[in-house]
């Protein structure tokens, strides 16, 4: 059950659109289900004292602002309460009296109406839906002081949660209050009369996103955000220094002509210039390194850039799981910003699913667990990278480099999920989850050419050959990982990648081992893919097959001990946050 709140000056203005037909001709068989006497007129359905549906508005108009006209001056010049309060979708239809029930219970947690108190102010509920009503209010209580109203929102999502329970309805994620601001229904219905695929409050909030993310400065933001084609006008204090920023969609204008700007800070909670300036300068993006050698391989800029985003990514699932929440909070903005970058470069094949799971995981940024200024300079180097480096072709080692970049993405984003689930973060929990399911859409479209390649290689390799390595997986893979990740039973594509490693000079039971140790793979929907990624990036094997294999440097052909591992784990993770480091390099002392 969604409650949606707003204020207005016009009752009459009001209880016209609730009573006509709607926009659409959505409207049907408009009625009084409650009211704060249980006497209201109705223009819906009484036909006793006069037939004249607009003479009956008018009356119901002058008894709900009878308040207001005795106040005069005193009274607010918003003196009209909105909400609508919406069942979720399957939920089951409620009758009449259900939802004059629901009514009375929301103008009472809110403090429209306290049960039992006589001075409340006066209200009606309005259906003219199966699934909704319209609950109008006007701010003047019968002693003439306005009520009070603090939080009115989250008291109406709370009671909301409660009311679910209680009558058996869907129950929902409840709300934190860090949630973007939802597009009115206004602003909804501009975008339809004017063509758009959505309201011009989303197009600017993911433009805004897209302009911040990897920026190393203020002046690139603003520079990013008018290359996108946004406008944008600064607020300056009288010393000249800018105190924030609106944003306008070129053409948007209201009905007077003007256009139709938005604060940054309307657009997301995290998206006004303050907390954009906190994000720039306490995690300002470096110049952008490489993680795979940048001297020794001849790769496209796209290419090593997804390749050095891996790394990084993988690195930010370790971050997550430790207990330091001010430190994951921050990686969790960094993780949003790699999002944006990839989602804004990413090839035909896959943009719709990236843009939609960036879009998604972008709730899973905030919460009420306060981002530390912890180094995230990793991951907003790999986020400039990227947005430097231009967009993949979607083909050869772009396209292997985006699947391998989009395997490690979704296990970020599970644990995103896993970080937000055990403080209690619904929404943000929910998020993650369909970012993950986004992400794992675009990988499975992103890695058909270059798996069918290892598939078809590791077939026909020579029977012997085969068998080696098959009983290398057999001797190195836990049983509990393969039931976890659903191993499946054909793994043509990690025989391939063991094959080409050990003809590269690696040891491929260590490498194996290795890659196994980097990270939990229980989340994992195909183990099988996600160690052909993880061998590929640690040998500097091509993530497209056929284009090169580059051999390792000499200290990484040799047998990798259990005890050199566990040293190299150890050393991975002093790393300090920020500082690029080759995966291939040995720990002090091996």
């Known amino acids: 059950m969604v409650p949606d709140i707003g204020r207005g000056s016009r009752t009459h203005g009001l209880l016209v659109y609730l009573y006509g037909p709607g926009r659409r001709e959505e409207h049907t068989d408009a009625h009084l289900v409650g009211s704060w006497d249980g006497f209201a007129p109705d223009p819906g359905r009484d036909t006793g004292l006069d037939p004249d549906p607009k003479v009956t508005l008018a009356r119901l108009t002058a008894a709900l602002d009878l308040r207001v006209k005795q106040a005069g001056d005193r009274a607010p010049a918003k003196h009209v309460w909105h909400c609508s309060v919406r069942t979720a979708p399957g939920d089951r239809r409620l009758d009449d009296e259900e939802w004059n029930a629901v009514a009375q219970r929301i103008v009472h947690a809110t403090g429209i109406a306290p049960a039992g108190d006589p001075d409340g ?26 009520p009070r109203l603090n939080y009115d929102f989250n008291k109406a999502q709370a009671e909301c949660r409660r009311i679910e329970q209680e009558m058996g309805l869907r129950r929902l994620n409840a709300g934190d209050g860090t949630a973007a601001k939802n597009p009115s229904s206004a602003e909804k219905f501009k975008a339809e009369r004017t063509g758009r695929p959505e309201t011009s409050r989303e197009t600017l909030r993911e433009a805004v996103r897209r302009a911040v993310a990897g920026a190393d400065s203020e002046e690139e933001f603003f520079t990013r955000l008018r290359g996108a084609g946004v406008r944008v006008r600064l607020r300056h204090a009288p010393s000249g220094d800018a105190l924030g920023y609106n944003v306008a969609l070129p053409g948007d204008r209201n009905r007077d002509g003007v256009p139709v700007w938005y604060p940054g800070s309307k657009l997301a909670p995290d998206l006004s210039l303050p907390k954009i300036r906190l994000r720039l300068t306490g995690g300002a993006a470096e110049p952008s390194a490489s993680a795979v050698g940048a001297d020794r391989t001849n790769w496209s800029p796209p290419a090593r850039q997804r390749r050095n985003a891996v790394f990084i990514a993988e690195r930010s699932v370790t971050l997550l799981e430790r207990d330091e929440d001010g ?25 719709a699913e990236l843009a939609a799971a960036a879009r998604a995981f972008e709730r899973a940024t905030r919460s009420h667990v306060r981002a530390e200024r912890a180094d995230t300079r990793a991951l907003r180097s790999a986020a400039r990278g990227i947005v430097q480096a231009g967009g993949a072709l979607g083909r050869g080692e772009d396209g292997g480099t985006t699947a391998m970049l989009l395997s490690t993405l979704v296990l970020v984003t599970l644990a995103a999920a896993r970080w937000h689930s055990a403080r209690g973060h619904a929404q943000q929990a929910h998020a993650s989850r369909q970012a993950a399911a986004h992400l794992r859409t675009a990988y499975r479209q992103a890695a058909v050419p270059p798996m069918r390649v290892l598939h078809d290689q590791g077939r026909a390799l020579p029977e012997a050959q085969r068998r080696t390595h098959e009983a290398t997986l057999r001797a190195v893979l836990p049983e509990k990982v393969v039931r976890a990740g659903g191993m499946k039973a054909r793994t043509d594509a990690l025989v391939a ?26 989340s994992a929907e195909d183990v099988n893919d996600v160690l052909v990624w993880r061998l590929r990036r640690i040998a500097q094997l091509p993530a497209h097959p056929g284009e090169g294999a580059r051999r390792p440097q000499a200290a990484t052909r040799q047998a990798t001990t259990p005890s050199s591992r566990t040293s190299e784990r150890n050393a991975t993770a002093a790393v300090p946050l920020g500082t690029v480091q080759d995966p291939n390099r040995r720990s002090p002392g091996r």
Do not use: F
Not at 135 to 144: E, K, P, S
């Open 327 to 351: 430190e994951a909070a921050a990686q969790l903005v960094g993780v949003g910003e790699l999002l944006d970058a990839v989602a804004q470069t990413s090839p035909a094949t896959t943009r």
């Open 497 to 522: 990648t063991l094959a080409q490693a050990e003809r590269a000079g690696h040891d491929a039971e260590a490498l194996l081992r290795q890659a196994i140790d980097m990270r939990e793979l229980d």
């Open 121 to 146: 102010c006066r209200w009606v509920a309005v259906r003219h839906a199966e699934d909704h009503i319209h609950i109008v209010a006007t701010l003047i209580r019968g002693d003439l002081r306005n």
